[in-house]
């Protein structure tokens, strides 16, 4: 009587990629082997002969003894048990899960876009992924520094929504949403988050001296976004209009 040689090994593929089935059957003689789809029950193959209207499916067969299943291009859909069967009586069969694995990807419609928001408000960065397994998803600085999230200083946090409560201008600055599920490749998206707050005035030197007729140069330090209109006036509110004003605007 017809035996199986070996089970049927269990198949992981990425999405687009073919999946090879194998099933070895000893003694088959004037038996055949059919190969089917378990939770539908349609039957695929039998023997030689190709039945299903698939196209990505195929078939071929070595020695009357083993027996291949192909899928080409393989889709989500095809995720499922595989069952290779022999015409005895009672019937014999083998089982084989095809395991189909998709890289992640950011759902761009459901994921946050570059913003701006005043300081002292509550913000929420979302990042949407789709794969499977489910990916897993964090935020993290883009320049790798850690940042205050809830008190405490972190590198990454964890899950789609990254929630910032009274936001800070030390907030600001360009976020990486990262998602991966052990299907190459990783993924990620860049959002940018901007802080609105009023200007800081410092002054190094706030007194400062020279003889009539000497120049002199008057120091003022800024901190606000958007970048701040600066002018120096006298005691009398009377603007003071110099040639030689000299701005220097950083960004950080």
Known sequence: MPRFAERILNVTVTVGRDALLACVVDNLRGFKVAWVRVDTQTILSIHHNVITQNPRISLSYNDHRSWYLHIKNVVEADRGWYMCQVNTDPMRSRQGYLQVVVPPSIVDKETSTDMVVRESTNVTLVCKATGYPEPYVMWRREDGEDFNYNGENVNVVDGESFH??????????????????????SVSKRVLLRVQFPPMLSIPNQLEGAYLGQDISLECHTEAYPTSINYWTTERGDMIVSEKKKLIVTSS
């Open 164 to 185: 910032i409560t009274r936001i800070s201008r030390i907030h600001m600055g360009a976020y990486l949403c990262i998602a991966s599920n052990g299907v190459p490749p």
